[in-house]
């Protein structure tokens, strides 16, 4: 077997001209995979059929593989690694050698979703700059490419569309300007920030996002921009009526403990258990 994480990917219009729209089967809201590969058309077609598009984090080959083992159709290799895995106290530190490092190691577990990676801390910042990282990420392995703004990069996200690469949109509380912001607050409270999420959202879905990532935005707000656009909008922290949602893998198996946002409840206690299982086998040696 090849050891090229590109082996047999081809360029990302090569993958869309050789997957048919959906190859999933719904079975209440779990999306169970049959064959075939994840494609930015089939996450949107979920939205058409109203499925619930379940998408989870990872940043390396078990992860990546467990997770489309259970059937998750949407794998991100987020900017969150630099918290999570890399010890950074917020994602603004992560370069692009972190990512494509990541990229790569998610990738070699070829999985049936679709990999979409953060192009991360200033990646964006120009047309030029944004159309070469996105380059990077998809040569490193990612199938779609993530980036953090609405109208102020439209210009980029054109770019990276007419390119050939499939974009996945970021508004709401966007973790990359959490200096600026001093935290990580709720958006979509007043009618200015509301009217600025909507315009941004219409804005990307006309520039050619396949689906917008809502962070922490008012659950009011995240249901009507929902409602107001054709793409699939994931929501994380945005309240139950987006149409998909997404965590990082180690929020919801309790794998980070010393922070955990607000709106997750874990499902394991990965930590607490590998502690004890160590204290464990130390104590029988
Ligand atoms: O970096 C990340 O993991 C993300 C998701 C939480 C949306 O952007």
Redo the contacts with the bound molecule.
């Keep these: 077997m090849s050891n090229d994480p590109n082996h047999g990917r081809g360029s990302i219009g090569h993958l869309r001209a050789i997957c048919p729209l959906s190859q999933g089967k719904s079975c209440g809201n779990r999306f169970v995979m049959t064959s075939g590969k994840v494609t930015p058309a089939t996450v949107r077609a979920m939205k058409s059929r109203g499925e619930k598009i379940a998408?989870l984090?990872a940043y390396d080959f078990p992860m990546t593989k467990l997770l489309d083992e259970a059937g998750i159709p949407m794998i991100?290799?987020?900017?969150?690694?630099?918290?999570?895995l890399l010890g950074y106290p917020d994602?603004t530190h992560v370069t692009m050698a972190e990512m494509e490092h990541h990229v790569r190691a998610a990738a070699r577990a070829r999985p049936r979703a679709l990999l979409a990676a953060?192009l991360p801390y200033r990646a964006c910042d120009t047309v030029a700059a944004a159309l070469e990282n996105a380059h990077r990420l998809v040569r490193a392995g990612a199938e779609a490419v993530?980036a953090?703004g609405g109208r102020e990069i439209l210009e980029q996200v054109r770019a990276i569309v007419h390119a050939g690469i499939p974009f996945l949109g970021?508004l709401g509380m966007l973790?990359q300007r959490v200096l600026e912001e001093g935290g990580y607050h709720l958006k979509g409270k007043n009618h200015f920030e509301r009217e600025a999420l909507l315009a941004d959202a219409a804005a990307l879905e006309e520039a050619g996002a396949f689906a917008i990532?809502l962070?922490l935005v008012s659950p009011p707000v995240a249901q009507q921009i929902s409602k107001s656009i054709s793409v699939p909008t994931?929501g994380?922290g945005s309240g139950p009526d987006c149409d998909g949602q997404?965590?990082?893998t180690h929020d919801l198996i309790g794998a980070f403990p010393w922070f955990t946002p607000k709106f997750v409840k874990p499902r394991l206690n990965v930590a607490a258990q590998l502690r004890a299982t160590v204290e464990q086998w130390k104590a029988s040696i």
């Design positions: 998408s984090t991100l290799v987020g900017d969150s690694v630099g918290m999570v994602t953060d993530k953090e970021h973790p990532v962070e994931i994380i997404i965590l990082v």
